[in-house]
């Protein structure tokens, strides 16, 4: 099986990767654009190829995106996903294949005691922690009260963790506004009053933080 590049897998050289894919049992599957994917119960999901948004609905059925996982990215309750919460759901945003991998194979010792095992179990503890922090991260940008607001402390996160002002937008403007829990038709007519304020400079998904418009 073709090795999925992700940090669950991080350390591990492409001979333990094929042995702990026939050790951990793990299964690949495709899931078509559109496609509601389940909340693993008892495994965490690796998405080998294409992109699944994380999302959640209100009483009002008003949806939010928590979160878009890429290639690599990594998903499952035991990573913040609620199972038992039903307003939490996954969809493929494109044709998407993902790695299955049981839970109890990663948290229980292996008889082999193998190197990997251990390097797997470092790795899975590090990426709920990234998650956590991600979680953090979201719940502030939804602490400010204006779209305005909403938009500049997002884009203020992605050019400093680019280290750039210059970065690409991981959302659709449909997505970025269920991120930002905001009405789309008023983003986008914000976006365009932050463009002819100097703000900002965006063509599509890439955009241009004006940072000492904004200081």
Same mark, same amino acid.
């Not at 793990?26 to 693993?40: C, N, Q, S, W, Y």
């Given at each position: ?16 990767? %094929?042995?702990?894919? /026939? ?35 209100? /009483?009002?059925?008003?949806? +939010? ?17 609620? %199972?038992? &919460? ?10 998407? /294949? ?31 922690? &990234? ?36 970065? +690409?937008?991981?959302?659709?403007? +449909?997505?970025?506004? &269920? ?34 418009? +904004?200081?």
């Amino acid at each position: 099986m073709e090795k999925v590049e992700s940090a669950l897998f991080e350390g591990l050289t492409d001979d333990e990767y %094929a042995r702990m894919t /026939e050790c951990f049992k793990t299964t690949l599957r495709t899931h078509r654009k559109g496609e509601e994917v389940a909340i693993p119960q008892g495994r965490v999901g690796v998405v080998h190829r294409g992109r699944i948004s994380v999302m959640k609905t209100d /009483e009002d059925g008003v949806r +939010t995106i928590f979160e878009q996982l890429a290639s690599g990215g990594v998903f499952g309750a035991m990573l913040g996903i609620a %199972a038992a &919460d039903a307003g939490f759901f996954l969809v493929a945003e494109e044709d998407c /294949e993902v790695l299955y991998v049981d839970y109890d194979h990663i948290m229980k010792r292996c008889p082999k005691a193998c190197a990997y095992h251990s390097t797997i179990v470092r790795n899975l503890v590090r990426l709920m922690a &990234d998650k956590t922090q991600a979680l953090s991260e979201h719940l502030e940008i939804l602490s400010h009260r204006t779209t305005r607001d909403k938009l500049m402390a997002y884009f203020r996160m992605l050019a400093a963790k680019s280290r750039n002002p210059y970065f +690409t937008l991981p959302f659709s403007q +449909t997505n970025l506004a &269920d991120y930002l829990c905001v009405d789309r038709s008023a983003m986008l007519r914000e976006l365009a009053n932050m463009r002819r304020e100097g703000l900002v400079e965006i063509d599509r998904r890439n955009v241009k933080l004006n940072l000492h418009k +904004t200081l």
